[in-house]
């Protein structure tokens, strides 16, 4: 009970934007699946996110300012109202049958500039509604309720969709979003941070001073460049995946696996959260990722069927909410409360600048360099390892993104600076 009083504005916060993130996960996968149907390219589909991405992470490193410096409730009520916004643009376009593709690259890339600024100001506020011996406990939450989203999203899209079209799925997103929006403005009280002496700096010392925080500390920077690495692989992998399974196994199979994912989320985010502290958070960060790496990715690669995929989802994912966890203790327990804000938008700018990057090249070296090497290929080895016909291009990829991962991870795990991080 003592635990729950204590966690009582953050478990409000956290279970009703958790509901919102299935509205708008719900919409993102039936705007995939619709994308994908429409125009059969992998490069297309992975477009919107790297229009996502781009915007958040060229603004990111200076968005640390208004979150710092701005109201952190405030910045995430403008910022979900303005996700809204481009929500219903989308279902007007639709339900006038005006909807393209550069529409939703657009207005992708719009959400994508404001998440840059709700993002810190939203992890700042999880901080600040948490008392420091419950971190690993409300990350592991958090953990759980995405998994939970991941789950329930390609299940809940499709039989949306099923019956009532792709507009059905897009007014859920808007309920949700209009019950967590009234929620956090009305009930739940986000406590004010002391501001350093730095607190009139401009937007620009702001970017500085972030960047100056991980000069200084060199195993917080090689983490997040650890991460950015990895981050780089796992984009390739989410770019590739439609093309693999629903060419091969059809859309179903690409909802099964995707909800694979969520059940091996969801258990290892139990685990996070029950599991006490480890003697030390690297090498779990270090070993999790390494598991990761060299498991699921080569079972996509050579695996022929959804069930070998499902396998290699729950080994892939089911100890990465046991990586976030630990990830996330490292840095809310290291960087000063005053100092988050901007040492999160550039570790935003940092970690994920290698998002666009891997959406672009895997969707890119799908369609243009291993789907035709595998269709125009005499070789019969080639084909009896990763198949023949649409989506063995997409296995191939896989087979090099195994090997890049395991690579990545042994590399960073001999790095001094990260070794001595605690």
Not at 29 to 36: D, E, K
Not at 59 to 78: C, Q
Not at 217 to 240: E, R
Not at 291 to 308: C, K, P, Q, R
Request: charge should be positive.
């Amino acid at each position: 009970m003592k635990t729950l009083k204590e966690l009582k504005n953050f478990i409000i916060l956290w279970l009703t934007q958790s509901f919102s993130a299935l509205g708008s996960s719900m919409t993102s996968f039936a705007l995939v699946i619709w994308l994908y149907s429409d125009s059969g390219s992998a490069l297309t589909t992975s477009l919107l996110t790297v229009c996502s991405y781009a915007p958040y992470v060229l603004m990111s490193i200076f968005a640390g300012a208004v979150s710092d410096k701005w109201n952190k409730k405030a910045i995430m009520l403008i910022c979900d109202s303005f996700a809204a916004v481009c929500t219903v643009i989308t279902l007007i376009l639709l339900k006038t049958d005006s909807l393209a593709v550069w529409h939703l690259y657009i207005l992708n890339a719009l959400n994508g500039l404001m998440n840059s600024i709700q993002s810190p100001a939203s992890d700042v506020a999880v901080t600040l509604l948490t008392p420091e011996k419950h971190y690993q406990k409300t990350s592991g939450m958090r953990s759980f309720s995405n998994s939970l989203v991941s789950i329930l999203t390609p299940v809940l899209a499709a039989a949306v969709m099923s019956f009532a079209g792709i507009e059905a799925v897009i007014a859920f997103d808007l309920i949700t979003f209009a019950a967590a929006f009234l929620v956090l403005m009305f009930f739940i009280r986000i406590p004010h941070v002391a501001r350093d002496s730095d607190s009139k700096e401009t937007i620009l010392q702001s970017a500085k001073s972030g960047l100056s925080y991980l000069k200084g500390n060199q195993g917080i920077l090689w983490l997040i460049l650890f991460l950015s690495a990895i981050n780089l692989i796992a984009s390739m992998y989410s770019a590739a995946l439609p093309a693999l399974i629903i060419s091969k196994a059809g859309e179903t199979a690409y909802g099964i696996v995707n909800s694979c994912v969520g059940v091996a989320t969801l258990l290892g985010s139990v685990a996070a959260t029950v599991f006490p502290k480890p003697k030390s958070r690297i090498n779990v960060i270090c070993n999790c990722l390494l598991i990761s790496m060299s498991t699921e990715n080569f079972l996509l690669a050579f695996g022929d069927n959804t069930v070998i995929w499902c396998i290699g989802a729950f080994l892939g994912w089911g100890i990465i909410p046991l990586m976030s966890a630990n990830y996330d203790v490292i840095f809310r327990s290291n960087v000063p409360k005053q100092m988050q804000g901007r040492v999160y938008s550039v570790r935003n700018t940092l970690q994920f600048f290698t998002i666009p990057v891997g959406y672009f090249l895997g969707g890119f070296l799908v369609d243009n360099v291993f789907e035709p090497l595998m269709e125009n290929t005499q070789s019969g080895l080639l084909k009896g390892i990763f198949g023949s016909g649409k989506g063995s291009g997409a296995a191939m990829l896989f087979f090099f993104m195994a090997v890049s991962g395991v690579i990545v991870c042994l590399i960073f795990r001999r790095i001094k600076a990260l070794r001595e991080l605690e």
